[in-house]
């Protein structure tokens, strides 16, 4: 790394007080039309540059990793997710990756709650009528939604944000599952009162509501395939606040529109900004645009890890929030 500043490139538009610092720690190359780039811009923003500062709608795959100048030795990513990164082909280029875990991890387990409770009590669906002028009044009868007190939670998924899932729930009287690829410590489990399925499968079969709360991986990819959604029951919901890759976005559409499923809440989408064309006409399915991480103070935070990441890497340290290929 060089003596002078270091050069970094950011892709997107940060929040004010993260940009401000970074033009004083670094040299910094700002986008400040926040228009995504494609993937010659980033290449012509990142010459001479020592450090990419790429967000998730950015396609750093293995192609665009193979043209980065010699001079790029870090992509810091802003933000928690890296499955929009080729961590192979970083690897094999000797790039080092760092992410943003730990500081979204309230807000995007709060995103989960509030669309868990958003699609069984039926707000969003509401919220709409409302504003139509066709609601004609309270009645016994209308608009009845799911209680979710006494119900189960199934959380696929339960690192740090599948954990303070588990907490809030546990606040709304909801009993905890989870499946995991590693069972939790014994004292974790016992704090969280959570029961372990081992089998995923036997799990989704048994609950009231499910939240997808792992990475995307070729492992989890359509985790929720057809199969396993026709395994939930009718009654079921599904919350997604992790990536949309995860669940068979056409296969979930079907199920809602066939009411095999009662419904959804979900924050992401397999081809983002796109969103499923079938599910946009159903009302039992809340939509939101990828908020899980979308708050003042979360964002700000995540800043401030992509800066603290770059000059530790810069000053020869290992950065804490290294990511390595699993
Ligand atoms: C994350 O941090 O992965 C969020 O989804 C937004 O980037």
Not at 99 to 116: F, I, K, Q, S
Not at 142 to 150: L, N, T, Y
Not at 241 to 254: D, P
Request: aromatic share 4%.
């Amino acid at each position: 790394m060089p003596q002078r500043k270091p050069v970094v490139t950011v892709t997107r538009t940060l929040p004010d007080v993260v940009e401000t610092r970074m033009m004083e720690l670094f040299e910094a190359r700002l986008n400040a039309s926040d228009v995504p780039m494609t993937s010659d811009e980033i290449i012509a923003a990142v010459e001479g540059a020592n450090v990419l500062v790429p967000t998730v709608t950015d396609k750093i795959d293995s192609g665009l990793i193979d043209r980065l100048p010699d001079s790029v030795k870090l992509i810091a990513n802003f933000g928690v997710g890296v499955n929009h990164i080729d961590l192979e082909a970083a690897n094999a280029r000797k790039i080092a990756v760092t992410n943003t875990p730990g500081v979204l991890t309230d807000d995007t387990a709060d995103m989960t709650v509030c669309l868990l409770l958003a699609a069984s009590r039926r707000l969003a669906e509401g919220d709409r009528l409302v504003r139509s002028g066709k609601w004609e009044g309270w009645s016994p009868t209308f608009m009845i939604g799911h209680r979710i007190s006494g119900k189960r939670l199934g959380v696929i998924g339960m690192g740090r944000i599948g954990q303070a899932v588990a907490r809030r729930v546990k606040g709304f009287g909801m009993t905890v599952h989870y499946h995991n690829r590693r069972r939790l410590h014994e004292d974790v489990e016992t704090k969280l009162e959570a029961t372990y399925w081992e089998n995923l499968d036997q799990m989704l079969a048994h609950m009231d509501f499910v939240s997808i709360n792992c990475p995307h991986t070729k492992e989890t990819h359509h985790l929720l395939n057809e199969e396993r959604l026709n395994l939930l029951k009718p009654h079921a919901f599904v919350i997604n606040t992790a990536r949309g890759e995860i669940i068979e976005e056409g296969a979930l559409a079907r199920l809602l529109a066939e009411n095999k499923i009662a419904g959804a809440g979900l924050d992401v989408y397999e081809r983002e900004p796109e969103i499923e064309p079938a599910l946009l006409g159903l009302d039992n399915v809340v939509l939101a645009p990828h908020l899980g991480s979308a708050t003042h103070e979360g964002r700000v935070a995540m800043g401030e890890k992509v800066i603290v990441n770059i000059r530790s890497f810069v000053d020869q340290h290992n950065p804490r929030d290294r990511v390595y290929q699993i």
